[in-house]
Structures are given as structure tokens and as C-alpha cells.
């Protein structure tokens, strides 16, 4: 019902930036939350920031409150995740998903992308 299509991974130094997007299609209204999530090697998949399209509410993990900030553009159907300050510890498999209503910090979203790579060397 929604096709998420990620694009802008990469590779960066520590301290750079880096700009996610994640443009979405098919039923969108039926999805009123989008979210940024990450897996490490070796870890579960986390939470990283959530916003909802009607009330542009936001959400941020504490680990990258204050460095990263998620954006829209709803003519685009498009989400951002701008990343600045980038930390080694940043590098994950980053991914976009959504979810029609409920809870909005949980990685229970009902539709993914298909994750893009980002590598912040030190």
C-alpha cells in the first residue's frame, strides 16, 4: 500500500553531515507517522526520529538529539533526516518506515524502506 524509496547514504568523515530522503508513494494517507531507524553490525534495530505528517510533531532518540533533525516536504510526499556532527558510532544501515497510527517510538512501523548505508570514519 506505500513504497518508501530512500536515497543520500554514504560515506563521511567524523564531525560532517549528511542528508537522508524518503520519498513516499502509493496510499500515504493512510500513514500519518514517519520514522528513521538504524542497525548497527551486530545490533537490534533503533529508533532514531519520528515526525507526523498532520501535526509535524517530532521525535528524537537522546542519542542524536541536538544533531540530527527530521523534516517533510508534503508536497513531495518526501521525508529528511538531516545528520550533522556525524559520530563513528553513527554508522548503521539507516532505514525509513510507516506507520498508519499508534505508537510512535517503537520499530513495530508497518511498511520499510530499504535501507540505505551510512559510514562516518574517524
Known amino acids: 500500500q506505500v513504497q518508501l524509496v530512500e536515497s543520500g547514504g554514504g560515506l563521511v568523515q567524523a564531525g560532517g553531515s549528511l542528508r537522508l530522503s524518503c520519498a513516499a508513494s502509493g496510499r500515504t494517507f493512510s500513514s500519518n507517522i514517519m520514522g528513521w531507524f538504524r542497525q548497527a553490525p551486530g545490533k537490534e534495530r533503533e529508533f532514531v526520529a519520528a515526525l507526523t505528517w498532520s501535526g509535524g510533531s517530532t521525535y528524537y532518540a537522546d542519542s542524536v538529539k541536538g544533531r540530527f533533525t527530521i523534516s517533510r516536504d508534503n508536497a513531495k510526499n518526501t521525508v529528511y533526516l538531516q545528520m550533522n556532527s556525524l559520530k563513528p558510532e553513527d554508522t548503521a544501515v539507516y532505514y525509513c518506515?510507516?506507520?498508519?497510527?499508534?505508537?510512535?517510538?517503537?520499530?513495530?512501523?508497518?511498511?520499510w524502506g530499504q535501507g540505505t548505508q551510512v559510514t562516518v570514519s574517524s
Open positions: 518506515a510507516a506507520r498508519e497510527k499508534g505508537f510512535v517510538v517503537t520499530v513495530h512501523y508497518d511498511y
